[in-house]
Nanobody
């Protein structure tokens, strides 16, 4: 069983930055495609970004392109999401997800494991 723990959420002013971290308790972290999703109040959970296990390729939602950067450190079993130029529309609970040998993607059902989420609030 894989456990994912997110860190780094909080309150930030519009225009500011945050870096989220997700630590995975698994022995074969390098074989997991890792991703970030978010869920705002009253909305469905949506894809934000993913980083592929095999070649480190990345993909982003249109709302994240140019502002967010996903990266990973396989030695630390950790995936990061650096978020710049935050705006109030980015306010949501951010979830880490893992997909074993997967291709990632924005379909929630394709992901095998989920973290508990971390709250990000952007004030105007």
């Amino acid at each position: 069983q894989v456990q994912l723990s997110e860190f780094g959420g909080g309150l930030v002013q519009a225009g500011g930055s945050l870096r989220l971290s997700c630590v995975a308790s698994v022995g074969s972290f390098s074989r997991y495609t890792m991703g970030w999703f978010r869920q705002a109040p009253g909305k469905e959970r949506e894809f934000v970004a993913a980083i592929i296990w095999s070649d480190g390729g990345t993909s982003y939602a249109d709302s994240a392109k140019g502002r967010f950067t996903i990266s990973r450190d396989n030695d630390k079993n950790t995936v990061y999401l650096l978020m710049n130029s935050l705006n109030p529309e980015d306010t949501a609970v951010y979830y880490c997800a893992a997909d074993y040998l997967g291709s990632g993607g924005n379909y929630r059902g394709a992901w095998d494991y989920w973290g508990q989420g971390t709250q990000v609030t952007v004030s105007s």
